[in-house]
T-cell receptor, first 115, second 113 residues
Framework: NAGVMQNPRHLVRRRGQEARLRCSPMKGHSHVYWYRQLPEEGLKFMVYLQKENIIDESGMPKERFSAEFPKEGPSILRIQQVVRGDSAAYFC?????????????FGPGTRLLVL | AQSVTQLGSHVSVSEGALVLLRCNYSSSVPPYLFWYVQYPNQGLQLLLKYTSAATLVKGINGFEAEFKKSETSFHLTKPSAHMSDAAEYFCAVRPRSNYQLIWGAGTKLIIKP
């Protein structure tokens, strides 16, 4: 059973460009969470999605950031008009359908560098 | 609001010595508790978790943690450190009424030969 997949692993963007980060959850998981890890800090929750629904986006910056989890395909975290402060590691996690939602399984992360 | 405190951003131990990484949380109701490990430039791997069963939880790679409600602590230990244990360790809590993981700032474990 493949784990959580994220791509790209590394992404370099210039200020003002768009960044698109992809996350494929573990097989059988329909809950996806995005976290951001700034340098020298712990992770901070951004958004929680189920298929075709945003459940909680309380951790998302109000502007430029959006997330989706379509019926088919991976979850996408999109950052428009990136700025240097967006440089961070972005981790996606997934958990199973219903039942035991206590454990979130993490992907390897996407490290975004904004020049 | 809930918070997680990891005492010591860096902990250095000799190979073969006891590893003790501290984690305290603030919550009136015991949450679910987790330890994750992050190797350089890699993702987070679950070491162990507490979900209200036994208070002493055994995890992978010889690590274990003990939940102490009276001390609101969930310290991570390993009897004998190995060079391969060098990594950053994160304590996280998840309130039982929520799904967000709340993270400590992490502790970098350094193993001296």
């Amino acid at each position: 059973n493949a784990g959580v997949m994220q791509n790209p692993r590394h992404l370099v963007r210039r200020r003002g460009q768009e960044a698109r980060l992809r996350c494929s959850p573990m097989k059988g998981h329909s809950h996806v969470y995005w976290y951001r890890q700034l340098p020298e800090e712990g992770l901070k929750f951004m958004v929680y999605l189920q298929k075709e629904n945003i459940i909680d986006e309380s951790g998302m910056p109000k502007e430029r950031f959006s997330a989706e989890f379509p019926k088919e395909g991976p979850s996408i975290l999109r950052i428009q008009q990136v700025v240097r402060g967006d440089s961070a590691a972005y981790f996606c996690a997934s958990s199973p359908v219903g039942g035991n939602q206590e454990t979130q399984y993490f992907g390897p992360g996407t490290r975004l560098l904004v020049l | 609001a809930q918070s997680v405190t990891q005492l010591g951003s860096h902990v250095s131990v000799s190979e073969g010595a006891l590893v003790l990484l501290r984690c305290n949380y603030s919550s009136s109701v015991p949450p679910y508790l987790f330890w994750y490990v992050q190797y350089p430039n890699q993702g987070l791997q679950l070491l162990l978790k507490y979900t209200s069963a036994a208070t002493l939880v055994k995890g992978i790679n010889g690590f274990e943690a003990e939940f102490k409600k009276s001390e609101t602590s969930f310290h991570l230990t390993k009897p004998s450190a190995h060079m391969s244990d060098a990594a950053e360790y994160f304590c996280a809590v998840r309130p039982r009424s929520n799904y967000q993981l709340i993270w400590g700032a992490g502790t970098k474990l350094i193993i001296k030969p």
